[in-house]
């Protein structure tokens, strides 16, 4: 999975600090040529190895060593 692989060489590399945010799902799909759900999709898988986090309405940022790499999305009923 390319993108998934683009994220993590910018993430060791330092291209994409602690704190910062990787550039939005419209932005990597334009970059890579690859539809929205591949790029949710390596997004997701990079929540659930615990390198970035998700802020609703916000972006998703890199995870610090010391940061807990958790979902923030409101509840919805």
């Known amino acids: 999975m390319r993108v998934l692989d683009a994220l993590i060489t910018d993430i060791k590399a330092g291209k994409i600090g602690p704190g910062e945010r990787i550039p939005s799902e419209s932005k990597l799909c334009e970059r890579h040529k ?15 190895r615990g390198t970035v986090r998700t802020e609703w309405g ?19 009923a």
Request: aromatic residues 2%; proline residues 9%.
């Open 34 to 48: 690859v539809a929205r759900e591949t790029v949710h999709r390596a997004v997701r898988i990079l929540c659930e």
């Open 58 to 76: 916000k972006g998703t940022f890199v995870v610090g060593p010391a940061e807990p790499a958790r979902e923030d999305r409101p509840d919805r």
